[in-house]
């Protein structure tokens, strides 16, 4: 994520087309996520505002994008199923959640949504899983008191060895490294 400069905040008000794919800002009352140029830039207040590098990280912190300005852009079939898939495991990425399971839910066969993700997204639904669930175990590392295997729970991983296992190739550190770091 990006902190709310006041560049970027100028940005927002003016409703700055030129600001646009630079980055995207989230609207907390209504977890919305736009871009700079968006019609409802001026109606918001900065401290309801979270400026985000990607639309992964906005998916991630469970933002959905505006219906006015598109701020993902235009979706082809094959992307808006991908697009959907994403938003279900960012919000659903504390549950057991398999390639057939999700098939089942989208009403898609696994390998059509699996080459399906791997052509727009660029990587497999449960690597996208596995880097939301990582995603939320470094934030609870950074926020909570909870101990690793208690996080690794919360992030739908049970498994404490595998989740320090996947937690190091992720980070590069170990879970408790990674807390000491950043506290």
Known sequence: MYSLTKKRWQAIQDRDAEFNGSFIYGVGTDKRVCRPSCVHGPETNPDEIQIF???DEAL??????CSECQPFGELSEKADLVFKVKEYLA?????????ESLSDQFDVSSGILHRSFLAVADES???YLLRVRMFHAKKMLRESKDCVALIGLKIGIPNLSYFNTVFKQEAGLTA?????QVK
């Open 91 to 99: 919000t659903h990425y504390k549950n057991r959640i398999t390639l």
């Open 176 to 180: 408790a490294q990674y807390r000491k």
């Open 125 to 127: 639904p449960q690597n």
């Open 60 to 65: 991630f912190e469970g933002f959905i994008p």
């Open 53 to 55: 590098k990607t639309n």
